[in-house]
């Protein structure tokens, strides 16, 4: 089935570790991006690439890195987790960065960073 | 800054017609999109508008005044499956999405 894959499903993870979070797209997909949603707020941009070999910062992209070597793999990288980083992170995929193409999202990852 | 709010939870009963708002201020704008999210589920698009006007869809319709800067979500006949959040998001002048926090909507037989 065609679609965003993310992995892992959920994790905990001890502060100060590395963590990439993995997310794979089949639709050939030009954009891709990486949300956390938090309780209360709407969904934040953390980084986005809108083309292979090319990211950009979102709304909060501190503490956090990305890589778009292919079409189809955008991980996200925590270099050193902290406890605010504990969240749901949804990886998403749209066909263009412009105009009226919805975001196809993967299932999200829940990561709690004790 | 850029803005977007809807109301955080709202109560319809099955077979009912409920509406949600959503206002916004931001810098310029491409389109106001609606998702729906299950719990512990990734977020579903719904509708996109970009003109003024009513979009409809089945049971769901979008309608869009850009001089307000405001948008509705109209569900009808509402199903219990329907209960889920509803998140409006506009894309802004540089096509990137600004999110709500989303509508919490509880169905009640």
């Known amino acids: 089935i065609a679609g965003i894959t993310q992995a892992p499903t959920s994790q905990i993870l001890a502060a100060g570790r590395r963590m990439t979070l993995r997310c794979t797209q089949d639709?050939?997909?030009?954009?891709m991006y990486w949300y956390r949603q938090d309780l209360g707020l709407g969904l934040r941009l953390i980084h986005y690439?809108?083309?292979?070999?090319?990211?950009g910062k979102g709304e909060v992209p501190d503490g956090y890195s990305v890589s778009r070597a292919n079409t189809d793999d955008f991980p996200l990288t925590l270099a050193s987790a902290v406890p605010s980083q504990t969240s749901v992170y949804f990886c998403?995929?749209?066909?263009?960065?412009?105009?009226?193409?919805?975001?196809?999202f993967g299932q999200g990852t829940r990561l709690t960073v004790v | 800054g850029q803005n977007i709010d809807q109301p955080t939870e709202m109560t319809a009963t099955e077979g009912a017609i409920v509406q949600i708002n959503c206002t916004y201020q931001?810098?310029?704008?491409?389109?106001l999109f609606w998702y729906q999210q299950h719990a512990g589920e990734a977020p579903t698009f719904l509708s996109y508008?970009?003109l003024d006007g009513l979009e409809e869809k089945g049971r769901f319709s979008s309608f869009l005044s850009r001089s307000k800067g405001y948008s509705y979500l109209l569900l009808k006949e509402l199903q219990m499956k329907d209960s889920a959040s509803y998140l409006c998001?506009?894309?802004?002048?540089?096509?990137?999405?600004?999110w709500g926090a989303g509508t919490k909507l509880i169905i009640k037989p």
């Open positions: 998403a995929s749209s066909e263009s960065d412009r105009g009226p193409t919805e975001a196809f």
């Open positions: 639709m050939r997909h030009n954009a």
């Open positions: 690439s809108n083309t292979a070999g090319t990211t």
């Open positions: 931001t810098s310029g704008f491409n389109g």
């Open positions: 508008n970009v």
């Open positions: 998001a506009v894309m802004d002048s540089n096509y990137q999405l600004i």
